[in-house]
C-alpha cells in the first residue's frame, strides 16, 4: 500500500451491554498498528434487518486512516470482533458486536472475503446515517453519501447514553 488512507468502519451490536461494548470497540480500533482514529458518529438505535426475530441495534461509524492494507485491516477487526465475544453461527443474527469494513479510499474488491466498497451499505439506513457523521462527503457506487441517507423511523439518534468522539 502507498501511505495511509482513510477508510470508515460500521459499527453494531444487540447483545450484552452495547453502549460499553461499542466504546471498548472504538478504543480497540484506535489502538490497531498503523491506523489513526478520525472521527466517531453519534451512537443510532436501529431496527434489524434480516435474520430472525431479535433485539434492536445500537450503531455507529468510525472514520479511521491506516497503512494497512483492506485486508490486514479487515483481519484486525474481526480479532476485535472475537475479543468482544462475536459467534457467526446465524446469519443476520443477534451479535455481540459487528465490524464492518464499509469502504476504503481507492480500494475496489470483489473478492468473498473483501468486498469495498461494501456491497449492501447504501441499501441500509443504519450504515449511512452514522456515516454522514463522520465522513459526509464520502461517495458509495459513485454517487454522494447525501444522496443514499433518507428519513427513516427505524433509525434514531440514541441520546444520553455518554457517547462520545473524543
Excluded at 24 to 31: D, G, L, M, N, P
Excluded at 105 to 128: C, G, K, M, T, Y
Aim: charged letters at 25%; glycine letters at 6%.
Amino acid at each position: 500500500m502507498s501511505g495511509p488512507r482513510r477508510a470508515v468502519i460500521a459499527l453494531g451490536s444487540n447483545m450484552g451491554d452495547s453502549v460499553e461494548i461499542l466504546k471498548s470497540a472504538v478504543a480497540s480500533i484506535a489502538q490497531l498498528p498503523q491506523t489513526r482514529l478520525l472521527d466517531v458518529s453519534r451512537l443510532y438505535a436501529t431496527k434489524p434487518v434480516g435474520g430472525p426475530e431479535q433485539a434492536d441495534f445500537l450503531n455507529a461509524a468510525v472514520l479511521v486512516e491506516s497503512d494497512l492494507d483492506a485486508e490486514e485491516l479487515l483481519d484486525k477487526l474481526h480479532g476485535i470482533e472475537a475479543a468482544a465475544g462475536r459467534v457467526r453461527d446465524v446469519v443476520w443474527g443477534p451479535r455481540t458486536l459487528d465490524l464492518d469494513l464499509i469502504d476504503v479510499e481507492n480500494v475496489v474488491s470483489d473478492r468473498a472475503n473483501l468486498q469495498i466498497p461494501h456491497p449492501r451499505a447504501h441499501e441500509r439506513q443504519f450504515v449511512v446515517h452514522p456515516m454522514q457523521d463522520v465522513a459526509p462527503q464520502w461517495s458509495l457506487r459513485g454517487v454522494p453519501l447525501s444522496h443514499w441517507v433518507t428519513i427513516d423511523d427505524d433509525v434514531k439518534v440514541f441520546a444520553d447514553c455518554g457517547w462520545s468522539a473524543s
